[in-house]
């Protein structure tokens, strides 16, 4: 089992920026690709990121393409969600997903595991 823990949400202004963080246990974390989703209230979940077990290929979700950033610390077990020009359709419960096995993915069912979630609040 892989413990899946989100920081850093909180409120801002549109415009503003914010790192989301992600910590997943387990030795093997440089094996895994790594997701952020989000969901907004009365929607369903949307992709917004994700990066492959080296950092090296990442693809974004076309709202958030030149705006957000992911990235990864294999030596810290830990992805990052940059954030920047926030505007307030981004507002949303931002979750982390952890992939076990193959290639980058924006569908959810190829994840494994979850994180609780982290709100983003963005006032306008």
């Known amino acids: 089992q892989v413990q899946v823990v989100e920081s850093g949400g909180g409120l801002v202004q549109a415009g503003d920026s914010l790192r989301l963080s992600c910590t997943a246990s387990?030795?093997?974390?440089?094996?895994?690709?790594m997701a952020w989703f989000r969901q907004a209230p009365g929607k369903e979940r949307e992709f917004v990121a994700t990066?492959?077990?080296?950092?090296?290929?990442?693809y974004y979700d076309n709202s958030v393409k030149g705006r957000f950033t992911i990235s990864r610390d294999n030596a810290k077990n830990t992805v990052y969600l940059q954030m920047n020009s926030l505007k307030p359709e981004d507002m949303a419960v931002y979750y982390c997903?952890?992939?076990?096995?193959?290639?980058?993915?924006?569908?959810?069912?190829?994840?494994?595991?979850w994180g609780q979630g982290t709100q983003v609040t963005v006032s306008s």
């Open positions: 990066i492959s077990y080296s950092g090296h290929s990442t």
């Open positions: 997903a952890v992939g076990r096995f193959g290639w980058i993915s924006q569908h959810d069912y190829e994840y494994n595991y």
């Open positions: 387990g030795r093997t974390f440089n094996t895994y690709r």
